[in-house]
């Protein structure tokens, strides 16, 4: 068996080759198996890559999760690329975000055929309703773990705080997560002292400016999309709008996966490249520019209070997301009662893999839901 790298040391002992082979490996299974959009995705890294094979840090990993919520792009799929640049460097960056975004978009492709053919989607709700109460126990572990690590005094907590109530208010994520270190370096300060028929290339410039200036995570791309494609270019009805955001609601992997589904409808196979290209290909990118600087702003004193301010905040983004997701999820005494058997695994059996979970989530949810 391979030897893991402690304490997130790239090398590791083991080869180059190794390495990427185990970042392709991790990240397709996360691919396959990461039902429940962008907070329970980061959940599962959480867990698999800092709690299991000690890639990175604890703080690193929420130190990328701040950064990565200040630029634009699909957030879980730009933590998988900082995640697989940890392991195996900038070709870990690549590999770890093709393997995590590729069975997303076969499957949603796939889906998209079959819709163009028949003008429905498949029956999950069951499936879906089986699904929602295990991711809602995994992403509340997570928050559980991300806070113990992150809200470190009560300056942090008042600034988690305050975030919460500005989400609950509609403010902008952005402003939100800026405001949160900015707050953080005076508190930080203050202590030292005493955070239609359309073309190929027209579909992947669509989507490529989409990937380019979309923050937050996938759930915001429907009324970015909606204004876009439908409004004001016609290009598509906005029910196949909504039918394609569910899609990638319910299918694993990246949320923003609706896009190939959205471009398939546009322009056929070669439409579901061009818009997934164009969507995540910014992401490729930010990442890579941003990577190596986060760990020297962690080296800065002001930095490092920034960075714990957006922490923070990221925290009490979850917190409002993990509401959401439970008041969605458990709506009658069986989902309930699944949630509380999921919780049963996920905080006192940490040794079952969550994709496990998942899967009993779905048979239940096919069989009994």
């Known amino acids: 068996m391979e030897a893991k790298s402690p304490k997130g040391d790239l090398n590791g002992g083991a080869s180059s080759g190794a390495r990427l082979k185990e970042v392709a490996?991790?990240?397709?299974?996360?691919?396959?198996?990461?039902?429940?959009?962008?907070?329970a995705h980061i959940a599962m890294m959480e867990k698999e890559l800092v709690r299991k094979r000690q890639w990175l840090t604890a703080e690193h990993f929420m130190?990328?999760?701040?950064?990565?919520?200040?630029?634009?792009?699909?957030?879980?799929?730009?933590?998988?690329?900082?995640?697989?640049?940890?392991?195996?460097?900038?070709?870990?960056?690549?590999?770890?975000?093709?393997?995590?975004?590729?069975?997303?978009?076969?499957?949603?492709?796939?889906?998209?055929?079959?819709y163009s053919l028949y003008g429905?989607?498949?029956?999950?709700?069951?499936?879906?309703?089986g699904i929602q109460?295990?991711?809602?126990?995994?992403?509340?572990?997570?928050?559980?773990?991300?806070?113990?690590?992150?809200?470190?005094?009560?300056?942090?907590?008042?600034?988690?705080?305050?975030?919460v109530a500005g989400t609950l208010l509609g403010l902008n994520e952005l402003i939100l997560l800026v405001g949160a270190g900015l707050l953080a370096v005076g508190w930080g300060i203050g202590r030292r002292?005493?955070?239609?028929?359309?073309?190929?290339?027209?579909?992947?410039?669509?989507?490529?400016?989409?990937?380019?200036?979309?923050?937050?995570?996938g759930y915001v791309l429907f009324a970015y999309l909606d204004d876009s494609l439908v409004k004001e270019l016609g290009w598509l009805p906005r029910q196949q709008l909504v039918d394609a955001i569910a899609v990638g609601q319910f299918t694993p992997g990246p949320v923003l996966a609706s896009c190939t589904f959205i471009g398939f409808q546009l322009h056929g196979f070669w439409?579901?490249?061009?818009?997934?290209?164009?969507?995540?290909?910014?992401?490729?990118?930010?990442?890579?520019?941003?990577?190596?600087?986060?760990?020297?702003?962690?080296?800065?004193?002001?930095?490092?209070?920034?960075?714990?301010?957006?922490?923070?905040?990221?925290?009490?983004?979850?917190?409002?997301?993990?509401f959401h997701i439970g008041r969605s999820a458990l709506v009658d005494y069986k989902t309930l009662l699944l949630g509380l058997v999921a919780g049963l695994f996920v905080f006192f059996f940490k040794k079952v893999n969550s994709a496990w979970l998942i899967l009993a989530g779905t048979l239940v949810g096919w069989l009994l839901l």
Not at 29 to 35: A, P
Not at 200 to 209: A, D, H, S
């Open 271 to 322: 439409g579901a490249v061009a818009a997934t290209l164009g969507v995540f290909l910014p992401a490729f990118l930010f990442v890579q520019l941003l990577n190596p600087l986060v760990k020297l702003m962690r080296k800065s004193a002001n930095t490092g209070f920034f960075m714990d301010g957006i922490n923070s905040a990221c925290v009490a983004l979850l917190a409002v997301v993990t």
């Open 63 to 114: 130190d990328l999760m701040g950064a990565t919520n200040l630029i634009p792009g699909p957030n879980s799929t730009e933590m998988a690329m900082h995640c697989g640049h940890q392991r195996a460097g900038a070709a870990g960056l690549w590999v770890a975000g093709i393997c995590f975004i590729f069975p997303a978009a076969l499957i949603t492709g796939i889906i998209a055929y079959f």
């Open 193 to 217: 002292n005493k955070m239609a028929t359309v073309g190929t290339w027209q579909i992947f410039l669509l989507f490529f400016k989409t990937g380019s200036i979309l923050f937050g995570s």
């Open 25 to 39: 490996q991790v990240f397709l299974r996360l691919g396959i198996t990461g039902f429940g959009g962008p907070a």
């Open 133 to 163: 109460p295990v991711i809602f126990v995994i992403v509340l572990e997570a928050l559980w773990v991300f806070g113990r690590k992150s809200i470190q005094h009560i300056g942090l907590g008042l600034i988690a705080a305050l975030v």
């Open 120 to 129: 429905q989607l498949p029956a999950v709700a069951p499936i879906f309703r």
